[in-house]
């Protein structure tokens, strides 16, 4: 296959090896702090299965939060760790404020842009235990009900759900989202990231954050993680997160999974554009 197109959005690069059949594409929108550019904030991505299944990754803080009106409707909810400007402990003032390089961004404490999407949505939260655990908390907080476990056709999760959901996994779990109508679903596996999985205390509850801000530490929410997701068309995508170079991006997304698309994090503290 060849290379059909490389893209930078903000610290993301997209690389695509696919040729799809016209009229059944997966749709990819990056949610910017900008429109036209590309931004250091810039996380948030959405991508739309041809079936109509729509799926969040890294809500970050380019988003104005849950009233955003770019998102439209979200079935899934995508975290590849905790860090504030993925899971998203700030947010944009409003659409377009400040600049590019500075954008005008409020306090998304004690929820985030991912829960506070999570609750508006009724979305899944397909993520590691410990991290889908600590977003449920926030959306239960949001919604005053708790947050309870997706249900499930057989293996598979039926979009639209009727409440936001937990749909948790460990690395190298798989979770299958499916519309009503549709002859099969998006696959969605976890795959390692070599990173940090720390929460910004702010997210914390006030009890946890006074005991842990003597020693200038925060909370560990498990593993982090990249993500695999086949869609209905044959396109197969790989999502890094924050992560260096690992031996299972060749073993396990190129050589088991076959990607034949990527989305890089590249930064001084994940994969430099030279290794990407």
Known sequence: MTMRALHFVG???????VTVASGQNVKITPLGSHAGELCARDRATVFEDPTGVRILYDAGQSV???????????????????HGDHIGDQKLKAAEAGTCD?????????????AEIAAAKNAAIVMVVPLANFIGRKVETI?????????????DLMTPFAAPCLATVQTGGTRIVKTANAPRGVEITTVTAAHDNTVPREL??????????????SVSLGPPSGYVIRFTNGLTLYLSGDTGMHA??????????????????LGTSALTSKEA
């Not at 610290?11 to 090896?17: F, I």
């Not at 104005?64 to 905790?82: E, Q």
């Not at 299972?248 to 990527?262: G, I, Q, T």
């Open 143 to 155: 919604k005053g009900k708790p947050t309870t476990a997706c249900p499930q056709t057989g293996n």
């Open 11 to 17: 610290g993301l690069v997209l690389l695509v090896w």
């Open 204 to 217: 914390l509850s006030e009890s946890a954050r006074k005991l842990l801000e003597t020693d200038n530490v």
């Open 102 to 114: 500075s954008p005008a961004v409020v306090s998304a404490a004690p929820s985030s842009t991912t």
């Open 64 to 82: 104005t939060g849950g009233d955003d009106p770019r998102l439209g409707t979200i079935d899934v909810v995508l975290l590849s760790h905790a």
């Open 248 to 265: 299972e991006m060749k073993s396990v997304v190129a050589d088991y999974f076959k990607a034949n698309l990527m989305v890089l994090n």
